[in-house]
């Protein structure tokens, strides 16, 4: 029997013509040749060609160079086709390998594009995180870059990890579904670098870069205004920011603290609550929800200032990225912006 030789590896020439054609008629079918453009039906073909490959190289303990001679292969007999290069073929063994079973590919990763399953092998490793990507992808129709931007602001460890009293102040099916729509802690690293000090500021930045700021409030998000103005007896109140959520079907008021968490912020809070369901709320709207962002809080002082409101909020830090990045030995041994400050005014 002939045989290929690559090197020190040892192919059969029968055995590859044999896989070769068993590939060119499973692109060649008729069936995928109408549906070739669909999404489910290409991931599925390149799942396909990954198991292939992972089934050669098993049995046959043919190397890796076959990818290179398989994708020349292929290339001349489907010029058309852009996806057989080295690179895409070995996505497809990663694929295959990542995914062992086919139903996982058919319910979920054949929901979502080849290139965001490209993302999620490039940029995760554990099989549950890219499930869960995978399933918020077809959810909220992510685009590649937006699901990159999910994945490094690692979304799984920070949604519906907010501090509330959802559960006592809800019905179940909305505190469940309100839960996991809010998370902690909002990350708004496209404020730069600049610590916002001053509410004022840190609204005024958020406005400025309102697509991001919705972006990380997550789908659903509608914004309504900013300061929005309450008057209530003969006092004037300024709710930072109002936003409508279209499938919690509520008014949602958003308070901004560029300071720790005080028990006081969420008596205020409550009563903007309070006043935008008398004032605003319509016939079928749900009850407002209310989110106080703060600099920095302790979840037991948090949990404990909640308990007793019957009206539903929600208590979450805010930081930057580069806050985020840093280690935390890094974060005790960097001086805070009031010890430089203290330092200069010397």
């Given at each position: 029997?002939?045989?290929?030789?690559?090197?020190?590896?040892?192919?059969?020439?029968?055995?590859?013509?044999?896989?070769?054609?068993?590939?060119?008629?499973?692109?060649?079918?008729?069936?995928?040749?109408?549906?070739?453009a669909?999404?489910?039906?290409?991931v599925?073909l390149?799942?396909?060609?990954?198991?292939?490959?992972?089934k050669?190289?098993?049995?046959?303990?043919?190397?890796?160079?076959?990818?290179?001679?398989?994708?020349m292969?292929?290339g001349?007999?489907?010029?058309?086709m852009?996806?057989?290069s080295?690179?895409?073929?070995?996505?497809?063994?990663?694929?295959?390998?990542?995914?062992p079973?086919?139903?996982?590919?058919?319910?979920?990763?054949?929901?979502?594009?080849?290139?965001?399953?490209?993302?999620?092998?490039?940029?995760?490793?554990?099989?549950?995180?890219r499930?869960?990507?995978?399933?918020?992808?077809?959810?909220?129709?992510?685009?590649?870059?937006?699901?990159?931007?999910?994945?490094?602001?690692?979304?799984?460890?920070?949604?519906?990890?907010?501090?509330?009293?959802f559960?006592?102040?809800?019905?179940?099916v909305?505190?469940?579904?309100?839960?996991?729509i809010?998370?902690?802690?909002?990350?708004f690293?496209?404020?730069?670098t600049g610590?916002s000090?001053?509410?004022?500021?840190?609204?005024?930045?958020?406005?400025?870069?309102?697509?991001?700021?919705?972006?990380?409030?997550?789908?659903?998000?509608?914004f309504?205004?900013?300061?929005?103005?309450?008057?209530?007896?003969?006092?004037?109140?300024?709710?930072?920011?109002?936003?409508?959520?279209?499938?919690?079907?509520?008014?949602?008021?958003?308070?901004?603290?560029?300071?720790?968490?005080?028990?006081?912020?969420?008596?205020?809070?409550?009563?903007?609550?309070?006043?935008?369901d008398?004032?605003?709320?319509?016939?079928?709207d749900?009850?407002?929800i209310g989110?106080?962002?703060?600099?920095?809080?302790?979840?037991?002082?948090?949990?404990?200032?909640?308990?007793?409101?019957?009206?539903?909020?929600?208590?979450?830090?805010?930081?930057t990225?580069?806050?985020?990045a840093?280690?935390?030995?890094?974060?005790?041994?960097?001086?805070?912006i009031?010890?430089?400050?203290?330092?200069?005014?010397?």
């Open positions: 029997m002939k045989e290929i030789k690559k090197g020190i590896q040892k192919i059969s020439a029968k055995s590859y013509a044999v896989f070769l054609s068993n590939l060119k008629k499973r692109i060649q079918q008729d069936r995928l040749r109408v549906v070739l669909s999404n489910a039906a290409l599925n390149y799942w396909d060609i990954g198991q292939g490959i992972i050669k190289q098993e049995e046959e303990g043919w190397g890796a160079k076959v990818i290179d001679r398989l994708s292969d292929l001349q007999l489907f010029p058309d852009k996806g057989f080295p690179r895409n073929l070995k996505y497809m063994r990663a694929f295959a390998s990542a995914w079973k086919r139903a996982i590919v058919q319910e979920v990763l054949a929901q979502i594009t080849w290139y965001h399953n490209v993302a999620l092998l490039d940029k995760l490793d554990d099989a549950k995180n499930i869960w990507y995978a399933r918020k992808t077809v959810e909220h129709g992510w685009s590649r870059n937006i699901l990159a931007i999910q994945i490094d602001l690692q979304l799984h460890k920070r949604q519906g990890k907010v501090v509330s009293n559960s006592a102040a809800l019905p179940p909305d505190s469940d579904m309100a839960q996991q809010f998370k902690d802690p909002y990350v690293d496209f404020l730069g610590d000090r001053r509410e004022a500021e840190l609204e005024q930045g958020l406005i400025n870069h309102i697509q991001k700021f919705l972006l990380e409030l997550g789908s659903g998000f509608a309504v205004g900013r300061q929005v103005h309450l008057e209530l007896g003969d006092s004037d109140f300024y709710i930072d920011l109002l936003f409508y959520h279209l499938k919690l079907r509520c008014y949602v008021v958003i308070e901004l603290k560029a300071v720790e968490f005080d028990p006081g912020h969420v008596g205020k809070l409550n009563m903007y609550l309070s006043a935008v008398d004032i605003l709320r319509h016939t079928g749900k009850p407002t989110l106080l962002l703060v600099r920095k809080k302790n979840k037991l002082v948090a949990e404990y200032a909640l308990r007793g409101f019957k009206k539903p909020i929600g208590v979450a830090q805010w930081e990225q580069i806050t985020r840093l280690p935390k030995t890094l974060k005790t041994i960097l001086p805070t009031e010890e430089i400050e203290k330092e200069f005014s010397k």
